[in-house]
């Protein structure tokens, strides 16, 4: 594994990463370059890089590859591009694999839905008070539990236990929501993504829950489902309001996150020819959404 480290105005922090994760690079972070005052002594005087004129922050850009090549080539790459001036690339250097698998699993601790309910990374304990728990380690696919979205989706799942139902979950991702629908009692779960990794991971994680799953491509969805879970997006959401109604069966429930507090009305809107929406719940700027069909 291989770091590219760079250092860059806040305003080329987006277009840095959009390219950086267009050149393949496994994964892109950033951190204030000014908030540490050892990087700040070490860039001071550092040729091609200006000091922080007042009010404007320097950002630090983290990028992994797999290859150095890619490393090196992903810099010289970004070096020629208008958005990189103000930049400059402070180092491509290895990272050990042993740092590397540490530093991964620091990041992914064990989080709590509700007091039993857990999404457990597999190399932690299970903690005391876990009477139901995801086990689920980071991978390609999204849906590690520790983004609010999940969270918010589980915890409406452990608040509506989906017992005997049918349920589907579009756009799972790791698979995350059709397991917590498994655990939490469903008789059928199918989970379908556009993305084939993701219907991968999701095979697999299922698998290491002991939980059957039916995961496809989103054509695997069929008939009418008790519930109907979509953690994606706004704008994917509104696209597909027709195709999630259709699949929610009378009495059933759909329930859709990805949404930010400002995008509810656009939504509601979207939805309201097939379905009301209500806002069900709410954390860091996001919102669940929920309708119910009559019966
Ligand atoms: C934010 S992730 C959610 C993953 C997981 N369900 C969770 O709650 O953590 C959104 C997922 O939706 C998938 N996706 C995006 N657009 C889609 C579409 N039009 N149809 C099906 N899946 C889609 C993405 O590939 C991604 O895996």
New binding site residues.
């Given amino acids: 594994m291989f770091e590219l480290r760079l250092v860059c105005p806040e305003s080329a922090v987006e277009p840095i990463s959009d390219a950086l994760q267009a050149l393949d690079a496994l994964s892109v972070s950033a951190e204030d370059a000014d908030a540490d005052t050892q990087a700040e002594q070490a860039l001071f005087g550092e040729p091609g890089l200006p000091p922080p004129a007042p009010g404007w922050s320097r950002t630090t850009v983290v990028a992994l590859f797999t290859q150095e090549g890619a490393a090196r080539e992903a810099a010289a790459l970004l070096a020629a591009q208008d958005f990189f001036a103000g930049s400059l690339v402070q180092s491509v250097a290895p990272v050990p694999e042993q740092d590397w698998v540490r530093l991964t699993q620091s990041q992914f601790d064990p989080v709590a839905i509700t007091p039993e309910f857990w999404i457990v990374p597999s190399w932690h304990e299970v903690p005391a008070a876990a009477t139901r728990v995801i086990r689920l380690d980071p991978g390609l ?3 590690t539990g520790t ?1 609010p ?2 969270r918010m ?1 589980l915890r409406w799942l452990a608040a509506h236990p989906p017992t005997g139902q049918r349920v589907l ?6 698979g ?2 059709a397991i917590g629908a498994a655990l939490h009692g469903a008789r059928v779960v199918d989970a ?4 084939p990794a ?1 219907v991968q991971a999701t095979q697999a994680n299922a698998a290491a829950n002991g939980v059957s799953i039916h995961s496809g491509l ?1 054509d695997a969805a069929h008939g009418l489902y008790d519930t109907v879970l979509a ?3 706004a704008t ?1 959401l509104k696209v ?1 309001a027709p195709l999630l109604c259709a699949h929610v069966a009378a009495g059933g429930a759909l329930v859709l ?2 949404i930010l507090e400002r995008q509810t009305e656009e939504l509601q809107q979207a939805y309201r020819p097939w379905l009301a929406l209500q806002v069900a719940d709410a954390q860091d700027g996001w919102v669940l959404m929920t309708a119910t069909r009559a019966r």
């Fill in positions: 696919a999204f849906g983004h979205t999940t989706c979950d579009y756009g799972c991702g790791s995350i929501l379908v993504d556009i993305d993701a989103p953690n994606i997006l994917p597909l996150a990805g």
